[in-house]
């Protein structure tokens, strides 16, 4: 795809003091094989050297542009208004978060699949997070896929394959035509968009690892993964969109086994010992679900933990004294020595298994 041919894609980056990974972000993005591109930066109130690391970029790169916001936003509200910034002329848009990097190919090869196929309004491709490929599990070649397919896989199958923000490339006119592109109100809003988004369009995807999401201690992943923020949002995306894409019995089903499952893991959390903050979240998520929080449900859970844990530890004990019980191998047992006399003599440091000081030598075993 030559440069008078290609589409203009707004790439954004939103940014609160991202000094650390900033220059692998943006190199990343000026490495890109796909050229015809514009690149918004937009800096929320950044106290460390991110500012100055953009606009270096920006002086000695004329698609490259730094925005200012005149005062701070939480995360979701920034990347909203980081896409407002793009050109009302672009054909697609891509957000690259600032810990994150993308592979050379990754416009191209998103791009280009979105060119032959109209239909499709937001690719997705393998991705590394950390050291782990992720959003697998569409077998190959399903380079295009209904929304309604995809959607439906992943209310009944758990089959997730959207990523972040950073594994996605969006059509423009999807994101200019929602006023408020992510839910401010849902962590996993990059989730709820995609669901959104496939009601209307279908689903395209790159087998190759295109991008990179860095895991980090203080990270919003870790923290929401501290709290499994990703099942409140999977129960209200269900209650929100699951009629769409299923049957009533269908989503009767899904929604039944959704809960099920959400309250085994309160059942075990309350083992835990899990904080006031961690119960307000959730029980606010059922309410966001529109779903009542049952405290019965949540005691029948904790019951069931408790009796599953006492069966562990009863198997547990019953392991270890069958391994105390069960006869040593010959080579194991203490060895002595009988002389004529009636003398026994120690044999430690001839015979393995025994200690210098003839007693038995102790064995560790993982």
């Not at 490259?64 to 936003?73: A, G, H, K, P, T």
Request: charged content about 20%; hydrophobic content about 35%.
């Amino acid at each position: 795809m030559n440069n008078l041919q290609a589409p203009l894609v707004s790439i954004v980056t939103p940014m609160h003091n991202e000094a650390q990974h900033l220059v692998e972000c943006i190199e990343s993005v000026i490495r890109q094989t796909y050229t015809n591109w514009e690149y918004i930066i937009v800096d929320n109130c950044s106290t460390d050297q991110s500012l100055k690391i953009a606009r270096n970029y920006a002086a000695s790169d004329h698609r490259i542009r730094v925005v200012q916001n005149d005062r701070f936003l939480k995360a979701i509200p920034n990347h909203n208004a980081a896409l407002r910034q793009t050109s009302p002329v672009s054909k697609y848009c891509k957000v690259v978060f600032a810990d994150d990097w993308i592979f050379p190919e990754c416009i191209e090869q998103m791009v280009s699949l979105a060119e032959v196929h109209p239909s499709v309004g937001l690719v997705g491709a393998y991705g590394l997070e950390g050291q782990e490929v992720v959003w697998t599990g569409l077998p190959y070649p399903s380079t295009v896929v209904p929304g309604a397919t995809v959607c439906r896989r992943l209310f009944q199958d758990g089959l997730y394959v959207f990523g972040t923000a950073t594994s996605v490339l969006y059509r423009a006119d999807l994101v200019r035509s929602r006023d408020q592109f992510f839910d401010v109100d849902d962590v996993h809003s990059d989730m709820d968009v995609c669901i959104a988004l496939l009601k209307q369009c279908d689903f395209g995807f790159v087998h190759q690892v295109l991008t990179f999401t860095r895991v980090r201690e203080g990270s919003r992943i870790t923290a929401s993964r501290n709290i499994n923020t990703l099942a409140a949002s999977k129960l209200k995306h269900l209650t929100r969109h699951g009629l769409y894409f299923l049957d009533a019995q269908e989503f009767t089903s899904c929604l039944s086994k959704s809960i099920s499952e959400y309250y085994e893991y309160l059942g075990n959390s309350f083992l835990r010992g899990r904080d006031k903050y961690f119960w307000e979240f959730h029980k606010d998520a059922f309410h966001k679900a529109s779903v009542h929080f049952s405290r019965a449900k949540l005691l029948k859970a904790i019951l069931k933990n408790l009796v599953l844990a006492s069966l562990n530890l009863e198997n547990s004990i019953k392991k270890l004294r069958n391994a105390r019980s069960r006869p040593r191998p010959a080579s194991e047992r203490d060895e002595t020595v009988y002389h004529e006399t009636g003398s026994e003599e120690n044999t430690a440091q001839s015979r393995p298994g025994q200690c210098a000081n003839g007693g038995p030598q102790q064995r560790y075993t993982s």
